[in-house]
């Protein structure tokens, strides 16, 4: 069975431009989670996604932005980028989320490799 | 608000040395509680969970039991080798609350 799956591994920007990093859950599960892991910050939840909609943000500014598709895959949009973005962006997926508008499970959080993110 | 405190780290330890990363949580009624683990260079990964009050997760030598009493979830490896070190981290996983923290480094020296 495939495993969560990040692209790009690296990606390097300059100040000012966006980024978008993508990730493709494991077959089967619906939520996927964004975290970002700057040095010494730990891991810091972001945004999580369950069946196309945006169900929670953590404490970040609106220029990180995201979505769902279909297919559950996600993208997260970094606009404006500043220099203290720089970290390892993580993405995990689950079974957990939603059903018929209650949430469902606590089901284990599946990590992909994550997207090394650099701002210049 | 429902929080978890894990031990500070780094920890660093000589091989075949006892380890011991504490973890309470400030919330009751976890369903479950989950250590998940980060070896350099990569995302993180299940190491053990504990599906309810006084059930003991165990994977790779390492135990973790869930003691509702005292509201702890410690992680436990009777002798440690090289290949342990990573960086640890103890997690409440409710869904629309997502607490991982800074985790806790292990060094473990030959």
């Known amino acids: 069975e495939a495993g969560v799956t990040q692209s790009p591994t690296h990606l390097i920007k300059t100040r000012g431009q966006q980024a978008t990093l993508r990730c493709s859950p494991i077959?089967?599960?619906?939520?996927v989670y964004w975290y970002q892991q700057a040095l010494g910050l730990g891991l810091q939840f972001l945004l999580w996604y369950d069946e196309g909609e945006e169900r929670n943000r953590g404490n970040f500014p609106p220029r990180f932005s995201g979505r769902q598709f279909p297919n559950y895959s996600s993208e997260l949009n970094v606009n404006a980028l500043e220099l203290e973005d720089s970290a390892l962006y993580l993405c995990a997926s689950s079974l957990a989320g939603l059903a018929g508008g209650r949430l469902r499970g606590y089901n284990e959080q599946f990590f992909g490799p994550g997207t090394r993110l650099t701002v210049l | 608000g429902n929080s978890v405190t894990q031990m500070e780290g780094p920890v660093t330890l000589s091989e075949e040395a006892f380890l011991t990363i504490n973890c309470t949580y400030t919330a009751t009624g976890y369903p479950s509680l989950f250590w998940y683990v980060q070896y350099p260079g990569e995302g993180l990964q299940l190491l053990l969970k504990?599906?309810?009050?006084?059930d003991k997760g165990s994977n790779k030598g390492f135990e973790a039991t869930y003691r509702k009493e005292t509201t702890s979830f410690h992680l436990e490896k009777g002798s440690v080798q090289v290949s342990d070190s990573a960086v640890y981290f103890c997690?409440?996983?409710?869904?629309?609350?997502?607490?991982f923290g800074t985790g806790t480094s292990l060094t473990v020296i030959p």
């Open positions: 504990a599906t309810k009050a006084d």
């Open positions: 077959s089967g599960h619906t939520s």
């Open positions: 997690a409440p996983p409710k869904v629309d609350q997502f607490y």
